[in-house]
């Protein structure tokens, strides 16, 4: 079963995450994707480390069912078949430096007179226009102007995000613009330019704790894994080393939670825990009690207690206990993808669909496929004066 975008096709002129992973998306759901690479090196990612058979873990998180092109962005050849590429091209997304796109011709002014059904997606880190526009931008840059290094991390230290949330929020935001370009112009016939600011995504992306500090409000306050207003919910240690994240709701959960978990029912309604408001202020007082009775237990254990309880709970995970999670192995949720350096798991896209199957290609070797392009755009391919 074919994927709903098959018979689009989208040229990624990306690198590193944002871009990467919007055109993944894509590519997954059926697109032609071919990625514009550097002759030799490619994409800066390949780079980063060799933790994946050889490979680098971000490059492959973000680039399977690709094809590569390798092509010198300088080269006057290079010219020609980007032209020829982009006259046939439904989708160009782009995170060149700012302002080089529009040098190279290849901004949405110039590519609609040619191909008026073109959409452009640039990618950059603060967008189009403004005092930033020029500004260098990395996720840990971009975490801390849109202050979620502020709120993220212990009372005494600050912290980012463990992955690369800014990139994958520009990433999330450049894919869905696109299907809604795309579904524009099957009703209008015209393409369109979208302009993602990393910024901006990353900024939505701080909801609540935004409004929480409205017209100077104090922000929500560090707490480490723990809930910054409801009690108990967070990590608790078990007395077998381990940790269990559990949250309480409201007063039922409360009341289930000191019956069945902790065993004590006079816990319920002790004065000084008999509301979240009191629970959250007096936590100091609560904690050990919880964390005495805790360290009887194993963390099996006490997940069984939660379970019985009905209260909300998890495993601590590390990425080893994911690779082997038991939820996502009975979903059959892992498939194989091929790479240069043999086959590799790869999670399929969240969205299990009954109406088409995930593409699920290889991950390319740099300028995998410049011959096959080149010659379905009919132009010579030449090793020695290949672009």
């Not at 979620?148 to 994958?168: H, Q, R, W, Y």
């Not at 017209?215 to 967070?234: L, Q, V």
């Amino acid at each position: 079963m074919s994927g709903p975008l098959t018979g689009i096709r989208v040229v990624d002129m990306t690198t590193m995450l944002s871009g990467p992973w919007a055109a993944m998306i894509l590519a997954d759901q059926g697109a032609d994707v071919i990625k514009v690479e550097r002759p030799g090196v490619g994409d800066f990612a390949r780079a980063y480390d060799t933790r994946v058979n050889g490979l680098a873990s971000h490059f492959v998180w973000t680039n399977r069912s690709k094809e590569s092109l390798a092509l010198d962005l300088k080269h006057a050849a290079a010219t020609e078949v980007l032209a020829r590429l982009l006259e046939g091209a439904d989708v160009l997304v782009q995170n060149l430096a700012p302002g080089a796109a529009a040098r190279m011709g290849l901004d949405h002014a110039s590519l609609a007179p040619v191909n008026p059904r073109i959409v452009v997606c640039d990618i950059s880190g603060y967008g189009d226009g403004g005092p930033y526009t020029e500004k260098k931008a990395y996720d840990l840059l971009i975490q801390s102007e849109a202050g979620f290094v502020s709120i993220t991390g212990t009372p005494e230290t600050p912290a980012k995000a463990g992955n690369s949330m800014a990139d994958i929020a520009a990433g999330m935001y450049a894919y869905t613009n696109i299907l809604a370009a795309l579904m524009h112009r099957q009703q209008t016939g015209e393409g369109q330019r979208i302009d993602v600011s990393m910024l901006e995504s990353l900024t939505e992306w701080m909801s609540y704790p935004l409004y929480y500090a409205f017209d100077g409000a104090p922000p929500p306050p560090r707490t480490g894994a723990s809930h910054a207003t409801i009690y108990p919910y967070g990590p608790f240690a078990a007395g077998d080393g381990k940790t269990v994240m559990l949250g309480l709701q409201n007063e039922r959960e409360w009341m289930q939670f000191c019956e069945v978990v902790m065993q004590n029912k006079t816990l319920a309604t002790d004065p000084r825990f008999n509301s979240n408001s009191l629970r959250h202020e007096n936590k100091s007082q609560l904690e050990p009690i919880i964390l005495k009775e805790f360290s009887t237990l194993g963390a099996a254990q006490v997940i069984e207690r939660l379970d019985q309880a009905q209260i909300a709970n998890a495993r601590m995970n590390n990425m080893a206990d994911l690779w082997t999670h038991p939820q996502l192995k009975a979903r059959e949720r892992w498939l194989e993808v091929d790479t240069p350096n043999g086959k590799l798991p790869a999670l399929l896209p969240p969205g299990q669909s009954d109406a088409f199957d995930y593409t699920m290609g290889a991950i390319p070797s740099v300028g995998e496929h410049t011959q096959q392009i080149l010659a379905e755009l009919g132009i010579t391919w030449s090793k020695p004066s290949t672009p």
